[in-house]
């Protein structure tokens, strides 16, 4: 007997939006929450409860965790379209990501790394499979899409506000401690797997089933493949503890970082001379390059956020105010904050320009948003020359920083993903998206290599990084500006097509 199909709204959106809202805002309170302690918790001395890990391998470890996160997507997204469906991926994700944390939570430095593994798994099931269900819960000529999307993203940032609270309320706390705020984020997971299971029947069957599923055969083969990954993963890492491998966290993340660039040249490649695309189809394919180059850029710079910025609240961050001292992960809030309070702004800015007939090009939304959250840097070696000094500097240099970062992000981020779909030839829509997810992922792997070169114990260095970071993102977006005035008739031919 078929299950009566849940007719209820929410806020005027479909049912299914509470369902997705409440388990992303437990699941990214989660992953915040651990990520903003990672890089304080790997660098922290034995006395402290870390691991007295060195920041370049730190950061190193950093940026090939991050990075994997969102390259882990692409698997994650072909099991549910292939082999078990969005609503299954998601479920199975959760319990994944739900038991790395408790293995996070373990004060046993042996098994940290195994908990990271499981996030990483875990996130990539789960993650990009919330937001094709999203989309799913609407007909394409639905005019609620948007402002489910925006309701939908709002949970998100809520959910890190609540990660960054109290996870690093915990964290510094002498009654708790590092394993505690891990253990938190294992309960924010929980309670996103207890509200997605009793409200599933919200999504009426929406990703229930594998959207393009494979035949008998070639479902026993996957699931072979994917067995088989999984135990050589096991392998290899029963062999970095056992000493039979060594591994090198900055070579490592070097060497990944060239292998993810490569996949993203070779099938963006294949694509442009391989796919049969007419003029104005490579036309558009010019264009986004540029949007992917801006994309990879930016988060190089803007996943500082978790490594050295996260490094320099805590070590030279006056963070006393009154008799109250600021825990140093609450600053990675203030993204959340700006971005909950600046997205209406921006939302209302690119309708009222439209409106004046003023329509940027994607290559110069872009470029202007790798700019901004370049000027943040240059804030941020202002402030570095007074540690130089030997001084801590006032927290409002951060809150600045984090502000222009934040603004930049607006600018770029949505657009960039409005661009994809846009100028991506109809029939390689969603592989391009794919592809484009990869400069997420390079971005994220240079941004721990970057921060590497934070050295605590040479101060005099820092303002060079960020000087650097700063001079070779506003370089790259002033390069993007002018071609960009070319690209732009490419655009409008692509979407013209």
Request: hydrophobic share 50%; net charge neutral; charged share 10%.
């Amino acid at each position: 007997m078929n299950k009566p199909e849940y007719t209820g709204t929410w806020f005027g959106q479909p049912g299914g939006l509470l369902t997705l809202f409440a388990t992303e805002m437990w699941e990214r309170m989660s992953y915040y929450g651990m990520r903003m302690m990672l890089v304080l918790f790997m660098t922290a001395s034995l006395q402290d409860g870390g691991l007295a890990i060195t920041v370049a391998s730190a950061a190193a470890i950093y940026g090939l965790y991050t990075g994997a996160v969102y390259f882990m997507g692409l698997p994650g997204g072909w099991i549910a379209d292939r082999l078990i469906g969005g609503q299954k991926s998601i479920w199975y994700g959760g319990i994944i990501i739900m038991c790395g944390h408790i293995i996070l939570a373990i004060p046993s430095d042996t098994t940290f790394f195994i908990g990271l593994i499981f996030v990483v798994l875990g996130t990539g099931l789960l993650k990009p499979n919330m937001s094709s269900l999203v989309g799913q819960l609407y007909a394409d000529n639905d005019d609620r899409r948007d402002a489910g999307f925006a309701i939908y993203y709002m949970g998100i940032n809520l959910g890190s506000l609540i990660g960054y609270g109290i996870c690093g309320s915990l964290m510094e706390s002498e009654s708790f401690g590092w394993h505690w705020a891990f253990g938190a984020a294992a309960v924010g997971m929980a309670l996103g797997l207890f509200i997605y299971k009793k409200t599933t029947p919200r999504l009426n069957g929406v990703g229930a089933e594998p959207s393009h599923p494979m035949s008998d055969k070639g479902k026993k083969i996957s699931w072979m493949v994917i067995v088989a990954a999984l135990v050589a993963l096991a392998g290899v890492t029963a062999m970095t503890f056992a000493g039979s491998i060594v591994i090198n966290p900055v070579s490592l993340a070097e060497y990944t970082a060239i292998v993810f660039t490569l996949v993203f040249v070779v099938y963006f490649g294949g694509i442009f001379f391989f796919g049969n695309l007419n003029e104005n189809e490579k036309k558009g394919m010019g264009a986004l390059l540029l949007v992917c180059v801006a994309s990879a850029c930016f988060w190089s710079g803007f996943e500082q956020a978790g490594s050295s910025m996260n490094l320099f609240a805590r070590d030279y961050t006056d963070r006393i105010v009154g008799s109250f001292e600021i825990p140093t992960g609450w600053f990675q809030s203030l993204n959340s904050f700006f971005i909950i309070a600046l997205s209406p702004f921006f939302a209302a800015l690119w309708i009222n320009l439209s409106k004046k007939m003023i329509s940027p090009s994607y290559g110069i939304k872009t470029a202007v948003g790798l700019i901004i959250m370049a000027t943040g840097f240059l804030v941020m070696f202002a402030a570095s020359q007074y540690a130089v000094a030997g001084l801590k500097v006032a927290p409002y240099w951060l809150v600045a920083t984090y502000f222009l970062h934040t603004v930049g992000e607006l600018c770029l981020s949505p657009v960039a993903l409005s661009a994809v779909s846009k100028l991506s030839p109809k029939r390689f829509s969603g592989q391009l998206m794919g592809v484009f997810v990869l400069t997420y992922s390079i971005g994220n792997i240079i941004s721990g290599l970057l921060a590497g070169n934070y050295d605590p114990n040479n101060v005099e260095q820092i303002p060079s990084l960020y000087l650097q970071i700063s001079l070779f993102s506003i370089g790259i977006g002033i390069v993007i500006v002018l071609l960009s005035f070319k690209t732009k008739a490419w655009e409008k031919a692509a979407e013209a097509k």
